[in-house]
């Protein structure tokens, strides 16, 4: 099993900046990507930004150029840098992550994001 856990959520005003990181835990050999996703109020659950092992990065369009996504593959834990935060990027954001031995996927318990405006 693998465990996911997410922190550096909270109330920021738009214009502003948050962190968030993941840490992945258990029966982990290696991953084939570690990932952020996030869910509105009343909307499915989106892909936010992704990082493979071998450090390729996508992201959805309406966060390019504001949200950068990082890790350490050593470390397991991968980091979501949020700058120039709108209202509309609040949510409950996801860590996931894919193991590459099994294909299985992992999700986080989720961190609150709030932007107020």
């Known amino acids: 099993q693998v465990q996911l856990v997410e922190s550096g959520g909270g109330l920021v005003q738009a214009g502003g900046s948050l962190i968030l990181s993941c840490a992945a835990s258990?029966?982990?050999?290696?991953?084939?990507?570690m990932a952020w996703y996030r869910q509105a109020p009343g909307k499915q659950r989106e892909m936010v930004a992704r990082?493979?092992?071998?450090?390729?990065?996508s992201y959805a369009d309406s966060v390019k150029g504001r949200f950068t996504i990082s890790s350490e593959n050593a470390k397991n834990t991968a980091s979501l840098q949020m700058n120039s935060l709108k209202p509309e990027d609040t949510a409950v954001y996801y860590c996931?992550?894919?193991?590459?031995?099994?294909?299985?996927?992992?999700w986080g318990q989720g961190t609150q994001v709030t932007v107020s405006s």
């Open positions: 990082i493979t092992s071998s450090g390729s990065r």
């Open positions: 996931n992550c894919i193991s590459w031995s099994t294909g299985t996927e992992y």
């Open positions: 258990g029966s982990i050999f290696s991953l084939a990507s």
